[in-house]
Each structure stands twice: as C-alpha cells, then as structure tokens.
C-alpha cells in the first residue's frame, strides 16, 4: 500500500463529502491554511493532508474535488513536502487573504489619496503637494 499525499493551496480546509445516492456516507478532510499564519507563525504555501488509498478513490470520484484538481488547487502526489509541491499549483483563491500588494491596487483604483502600511497600519495619511501629511 503506497502513502497518498493531498498537497492543498486553498486557504480554507475542505470537507468533500461522499454520498450514496442522496446520503452522506462518508466525509474526508483535506488541510488547507495557504498564505495563513499556522500556531507556529509560519506561512503554509502547500498544506498535505494523507489519505488512504480507498478515501483518495472516493475523492477522486468526488465532483468538487475533481474541481480543486482542474483548476489547480490540489494535487495528489506520494510527496509529502508540501513546500515542494505548492511550487506547481496555483498560488492564491479568491479566500485568501489581501497582502500589501492588495492593498495597494485597491487604493489605487479608488483613488482616495490615502496610504497605507502592512508595517505601520495606525500611520495612514494623505497625499498632499507631495508630501505626506
């Protein structure tokens, strides 16, 4: 029996439950936690989750896990080094949280004159003559 790796860039974790007809049968968990600080103040790119090989046969049949695969949030791998693997899988869902970067593009499009900073968010201030006030 080989080990199965679910390496995750979602942020959120996902339950894909299984059904029998219209019952549930049974629910498998798959980590997630990307661009999320865990309890240990690290940043996950790749959360792995192990699965057996009968729960990945049962995902694998599961439509929206089918889904996370397509569109590449999720890969099945016998790796377990999620750094790794997250390096092929895309890197942001629509969960994620903003970053400076965010920030910044949101502050541009409305316009407002104001910054703000990740490093001193208590410090923002308006743009005026060039000089910040």
Known sequence: MSKNYI?????????YTVYDGINPVKSIR???GHGLNNRHLITLNGAVTEVSDK???LLRANPLFQRHVDNGYIKVTGDDNGER???DL???D???PMNQNDVDDLMEDINLG??????DP??????KDGLNT
């Open 90 to 92: 895309e890197s942001r």
């Open 122 to 127: 208590t410090a923002a201030s308006k743009k």
């Open 30 to 32: 798959v980590n997630g």
């Open 114 to 119: 104001v910054t703000l900073d990740f490093d």
């Open 85 to 87: 693997v997250a390096g």
């Open 55 to 57: 729960d990945l046969a």
């Open 94 to 96: 629509s969960s994620a």
């Open 7 to 15: 390496t995750s860039s979602l942020t959120n974790a996902q339950e």
